[in-house]
Nanobody, 123 residues
Framework: VQLQASGGGLVQTGGSLRLSCAAS????????MGWFRQAPGKEREFVAA????????YYADSVKGRFTISRDNAKNTVSLQMNRLKPEDTAVYYC????WGLGSSQEGPYDYWGQGTEVTVSS
């Protein structure tokens, strides 16, 4: 499975961005999908996840109410709509796929990772 993340860029505080992750080479609809991020000098952290079966979503407390994860199984894509962005959201964002379909806030269950897309929020 190959994952290609896109949509990052530079935005001002309070602005919005929409990240997308395109999957290929596998049965996308069976996978749980997650977004993680890594800020400069920090460890990678969980952002959001969506399971494969009913589309249940999970969010880190830091983004709850501002970010929305969604998936389009027909297009093999998962998106992360990010609103009311803050400078602390600045990071490289990675999408990941969990072939067991459950989703997790931990990195371990994810089998495949995209290359990352950079988001910079200016103050």
């Amino acid at each position: 499975v190959q994952l290609q993340a896109s949509g990052g860029g530079l935005v001002q505080t309070g602005g919005s961005l929409r990240l997308s992750c395109a999957a290929s080479g596998g049965t996308f609809s069976n996978y749980a999908m997650g977004w993680f991020r890594q800020a400069p000098g920090k460890e990678r952290e969980f952002v959001a996840a969506i399971d494969w079966k009913v589309g249940s979503t999970y969010y880190a407390d830091s983004v709850k109410g501002r970010f929305t994860i969604s998936r389009d199984n027909a297009k093999n894509t998962v998106s992360l709509q990010m609103n009311r962005l803050k400078p602390e959201d600045t990071a490289v964002y990675y999408c990941a796929a969990d072939r067991w379909g459950l989703g997790s806030s931990q990195e371990g269950p994810y089998d495949y990772w995209g290359q990352g897309t950079e988001v910079t929020v200016s103050s």
